[in-house]
């Protein structure tokens, strides 16, 4: 088994691997414009042997557009297989953004019971700034058969988070800038964080120089004040930053982390759902 994290020099020296499948799973935000993928990117450059994952077409088709909502396992399974990811591979995730989307396929690899895979600390940008080898034709693997064993404590639904607010073993971490989180915009549809959440940015978690993950004795300090409940739930708008926060938390070692694929898009449209303003 993969550790979840590994380095751009260790990556460097598995290429060619029959068993590594590289994944690079980015989405370009366009402010205004809603999402899309970063296949134009991989295409022109991209780490020796990646294939690219569109998230959006990953995710699930019966839900709104960009909301990028766990699918089926049966979806998932099929659209993993046709990337060449099955039992018996390993599987390294990069984007080329903040992580946040490599930490989400991860996310979305564990849930549905596939456990050796790793994202890349520092994506696209560290495997650059290290000048390692860069590909500029198109990759594929031979299709796979994926078994999928859904973990059904991965992901919650409202619910679940509704019923978190007033159970003192449960605590939930809302991944989003901290001008959101103190309901300074509204974004969503009203402004402000599900009572009682502690806020770590997703953006915070990483250096802000190098995009790498911050050293583990770091990350554990910022998570320090819920690292110690019995269960965490991570959210963010609709899945995607909280991951990242729930991939940290894992890496720290917490037994039971979960994220709110709903998110504030899901939340906020419920009126009757409370929500809070200030830190």
């Known amino acids: 088994m993969m550790p979840p994290l590994v380095e751009a020099e260790w ?14 799973a980015t989405i370009q935000i ?25 998230l959006i077409a990953l995710s699930d088709p019966a839900a709104p557009p960009f909301t990028l909502t766990m699918p089926p396992a049966a979806w998932f ?7 060449g990811v099955g039992d018996g591979t390993r599987v390294v995730i990069y984007d080329a953004r903040e992580t946040m989307w490599a ?6 690899l564990r ?17 650059q700034r290290e000048q390692l080898p860069v590909c500029e ?32 073993d449960v605590r939930r971490v809302n991944a989003l800038g901290r001008r959101p989180h103190r309901g300074e915009g ?20 990483l250096d802000r120089e190098t995009q790498r993950f911050k050293s583990l004795p770091e990350l554990r300090e910022q998570f320090r004040p819920v690292f110690d409940a019995k269960r965490i739930i991570t959210y963010c708008g609709s899945g995607i930053a909280c991951s990242s926060d ?31 303003m200030g830190a």
């Open 11 to 24: 990556l460097a020296g598995q290429l060619g691997d029959p068993d590594l499948r590289i994944l690079d």
């Open 137 to 168: 034709q198109p990759c594929s693997y031979p299709p796979a058969t994926l078994t999928v064993d859904p973990r059904g404590n991965a992901v919650v639904g409202k619910a679940q988070v509704v019923a978190a607010i007033d159970d003192p």
């Open 30 to 54: 366009i402010p205004g414009a809603g999402a899309r993928t970063g296949l134009a990117e991989w295409q022109r450059a991209h780490i020796p042997g990646s294939v690219f994952v569109d």
């Open 111 to 127: 849930t549905f019971g596939f456990d050796n895979a790793a994202v890349l600390n520092g994506g696209w940008r560290t495997w």
């Open 186 to 205: 509204n974004e969503y549809g009203r402004p402000g964080h599900i009572p009682g959440s502690y806020n770590v940015t997703a953006w915070e978690i």
């Open 77 to 83: 399974a099929e659209h993993m297989g046709r990337l």
């Open 103 to 108: 930490a989400r396929l991860w996310w979305m």
């Open 246 to 276: 729930a991939f940290v938390l894992h890496l720290l070692g917490h037994p039971d982390v979960a994220i709110y694929d709903g998110g504030l898009l899901e939340w906020c449209a419920d009126p009757a759902l409370p929500l809070t």
